[in-house]
C-alpha cells in the first residue's frame, strides 16, 4: 500500500494534483498486476487533505518501533535510543517553578565554566527517576540512561561544585520558589505542618569538630557559612540508635508541598528545633499561619514561641502518668461528638480567663480495638515468658529478664515483686487502656471548632507521606557525603526532587510513580543517514498524552534536533 499522486490537466495548461491511498492487486484471470483505490484522500495542496495525512501518519508511527522504521531502509540506522518523557516532564516543571531562572541568575556572577543550573537538574531529575550515588549519576546515568540538554559535558567535581553552590544559595531558592509556588498555584498557606525525622550514617565514630574549611573552598565570603558537627548519635525514629544520624525539618503545605526544610545535629532533640523554625518562617508573611507539630514539639517554652506576634499553634499533647492531661483532661467527664465515621470529639478547657488551656480529646473506636486486641495478644505472649524463667529469691536477674526489663515492647507492663522477680503489672495495663484510641490536642486559636482542632492535627500526615517518599521513592539514604556542607546540599537535592513529584501528582491525581511509567512510553531515537543525524520523538500513547494534558503541558516536538 502506497500513496498514489495522479495530475490532470484543466482549462488554460492548470494542472491539478489528486492525492489516493492505493495497492496493487494481482488480477489471475488476466494474469497482471492491478492497481486498486483504497482512498480518495483530495487535492494535494489542500490544508485539509495534508492535515488527515499527518493524522495517518501519525497513527502508524504509534505502531512503528524506531527499528521498524529504519530497518528497510539500508541508508539509515539507529544510533541509540532513550526513555524521554518523564525527563522532559521534568524539565518543563523545573522551568515552571522558576527554578531554572533562579538559579541562572544567582550564577551569573560567577565565573564557574559549566552550567550550574544543569548539574543541579542532572542530580534533582536523578533522584526523581533512578536515584543514584553522584558517582553512579555522572558516570552512568548522564552518559547511558539519559539525554538531558548540556549536561554530556559534565565532570564529577561539577556536579560537587553545583552541590556547593546550591548549599550557599539554598535560603534564598527556598524562598524565590515559595513565592512562585504562591502564586502559582494559590497555596493555602494558612495552615503549615512541620515535623522532623532522623537518617543515620553507616560509620561507628561521630564527627568531632567542623569541616568549614573545604566548605569555604571557591565560596565567596558572603556565601560562606560555619557548620556544626552534624553526625551524631542521639534518639533515632528508624531503630537505628547505634549509628550517628542527622535530624532533618520539613514544614508542608496543606496540599503537600514542601516549603522549607532544616538540617540539625543528630543529637538535636525535637522541642529544641521549633524556635528555629518559628524564627526563620517569620520573615516569609506567614505570621497569620496556624503551626501544626506533633507531640515531640511541646514544651512550655515551645508553645510560648509559636504564640509570640499573635501565632497560632495545634499540637498534640503527650500523654503522661500524673501530667495534666492525664490527670484532669482524660479523666474529664463529657459526651463525645461524632466528626466523622472514626472520629469523635470531646472539648475540655482547663483553667479560667487569659490563663485558659483548650484541651480536644480525640477518639477514633475502630483504632481502639485495634489497639486492645493488639495488647492482649502481646500480654498473652509476655504471660508465657514469665512462666518460663525461674527465679529465686535473692538472685541477680538473669540476661532474658533484663531483656524484658528493658524492652519497649515489655518493660511498660512489668513491675518486681517482692522476691525479686518479675510480673505483669495490672495497674500498669490498666493505665495503658485508657488512651486506646485517643489523642489530645491542644490550640490557642479561639476561632476554630473542635473539629477543626481534631481535623487539622490529623492532617499532620502529610509530613508523614512526604518522609516515606524521601527514603524510599527519592532514596534520601544512602547518604555517601561526610562533609556538613556536601550533606546539606544532599538533602536539598531530595527535597528539591519531592518538591517537582508533589506538583506532578497534584496536577494528576495519582502517584509519581504511576506518572512516570506512563511517560517513559514517550522514546528518543537518535537516527543517522546520508544527510546526517536526526533526534526524533515518538508520539505519546493515550496515557503518556492524558498525563501531559492534565499536567498543562504540549507534548514534545517530533524532531529535536538536525545535524
Known amino acids: 500500500m502506497y500513496l498514489r499522486e495522479t495530475t490532470q490537466s484543466r482549462v ?47 497513527s502508524i508511527l504509534k505502531r512503528l518501533s524506531p527499528e ?29 517553578l522558576g527554578i531554572k531562572d533562579i538559579l541562572r541568575s544567582r550564577a551569573a556572577t560567577r565565573k564557574f565554566g559549566f552550567s550550574v543550573e544543569r548539574a543541579l537538574f542532572a542530580m534533582v531529575c536523578n533522584r526523581t527517576l533512578a536515584p543514584s550515588s553522584k558517582l553512579y549519576c555522572w558516570e552512568q546515568w548522564l552518559r547511558e540512561d539519559v539525554l538531558i540538554d548540556r549536561t554530556r559535558d559534565l565532570e564529577l567535581h561539577h556536579l560537587y ?52 574549611e573545604e566548605a569555604s573552598q571557591g565560596v565567596p565570603d558572603s556565601e560562606q557559612k560555619q557548620y556544626p558537627p552534624l553526625r551524631k548519635r542521639g534518639h533515632s525514629k528508624n531503630g537505628r540508635s547505634d549509628a550517628p544520624q542527622i535530624v532533618i525539618g520539613l514544614a508542608v503545605t496543606r496540599e503537600g508541598f514542601p516549603i522549607r526544610h532544616w538540617v540539625f545535629p543528630g543529637n538535636t532533640v525535637d522541642v529544641s528545633t521549633v524556635k528555629q523554625v518559628k524564627s526563620d518562617l517569620r520573615g516569609w508573611r506567614l505570621s497569620s499561619c496556624v503551626f501544626v507539630g506533633d507531640a515531640g514539639m511541646v514544651s512550655e517554652d ?61 477518639h477514633n473506636p475502630e483504632e481502639e480495638k485495634k489497639q486492645s486486641s493488639h495488647r492482649a495478644e502481646l500480654l498473652r505472649h509476655l504471660e508465657a515468658e514469665l512462666a518460663s524463667l525461674s527465679h529465686r529469691e535473692g538472685e541477680p536477674f538473669s540476661r532474658r529478664m533484663c531483656e524484658l526489663r528493658a524492652s519497649r515492647r515489655y518493660g511498660k507492663y512489668l513491675r518486681t515483686t517482692k522476691t525479686g522477680g518479675l510480673e505483669i503489672d495490672p495497674a500498669k495495663v490498666k ?68 518538591l517537582l513529584e508533589r506538583v506532578a501528582e497534584h496536577a494528576c491525581g495519582d502517584s509519581w510513580r504511576n506518572i512516570r511509567d506512563d511517560l517513559k512510553g514517550i522514546k528518543l531515537a537518535q537516527l543517522s543517514g546520508p544527510v546526517g543525524d536526526v533526534w526524533q520523538v515518538t508520539e505519546p500513547k493515550p496515557s503518556a498524552h492524558k498525563r501531559l494534558k492534565s499536567l498543562h503541558i504540549k507534548s514534545p516536538p517530533a524532531v529535536l534536533r538536525v545535524v
Request: with cysteine; charged share 30%; hydrophobic share 40%.
Open 12 to 58: 488554460k495548461g492548470q494542472k491539478v494534483t489528486y492525492l489516493q491511498l492505493a495497492e496493487n492487486t494481482w488480477n489471475a484471470e488476466k494474469k497482471r498486476s492491478e492497481t486498486r483505490v483504497v482512498c480518495n484522500l483530495g487535492r494535494g495542496e489542500d490544508a485539509a487533505v495534508r492535515e488527515r495525512l499527518k493524522r495517518l501518519a501519525h
Open 68 to 96: 521498524d522504521l529504519t530497518g528497510e531502509l539500508k541508508d539509515w540506522k539507529v544510533v541509540d535510543s532513550w526513555s524521554f518523557g518523564d525527563v522532559y516532564v521534568m524539565e518543563e516543571l523545573w522551568e515552571r
Open 161 to 212: 561544585r553545583a552541590m556547593d553552590f546550591l548549599e550557599a544559595n539554598r535560603e534564598e531558592l527556598e524562598w524565590q520558589v515559595y513565592r512562585k509556588m504562591r502564586d502559582l498555584f494559590n497555596l493555602d498557606v494558612e495552615v503549615i505542618f512541620y515535623d522532623t525525622t532522623s537518617l543515620h550514617f553507616e560509620i561507628d565514630e561521630e564527627d568531632q569538630g567542623s569541616t568549614n
Open 302 to 362: 515551645n508553645l510560648r514561641t509559636l504564640a509570640l506576634g499573635g501565632g497560632k499553634y495545634i499540637v498534640c499533647s503527650p500523654v503522661s502518668s500524673g501530667s495534666e492531661v492525664d490527670r484532669d483532661v482524660l479523666s474529664r467527664p463529657g459526651r463525645f461528638k461524632e466528626v466523622a465515621g472514626n472520629l469523635r470529639v470531646k472539648e475540655v478547657t482547663i483553667g479560667d480567663g487569659a490563663r485558659a488551656r483548650r484541651y480536644v480529646v480525640c
Open 431 to 498: 493505665m495503658a487502656a485508657r488512651t486506646d484510641g485517643k489523642f489530645v490536642v491542644r490550640s490557642n486559636d479561639e476561632t476554630l471548632t473542635s473539629e477543626d482542632m481534631a481535623l487539622g492535627y490529623k492532617q499532620l500526615q502529610r509530613v508523614e507521606e512526604a518522609w516515606r517518599t524521601l527514603k524510599s521513592g527519592l532514596k534520601l539514604r544512602p547518604v555517601f557525603h561526610w562533609a556538613p556542607h556536601r550533606i546539606h546540599a544532599h538533602v536539598a537535592i531530595a527535597v528539591l526532587g519531592l
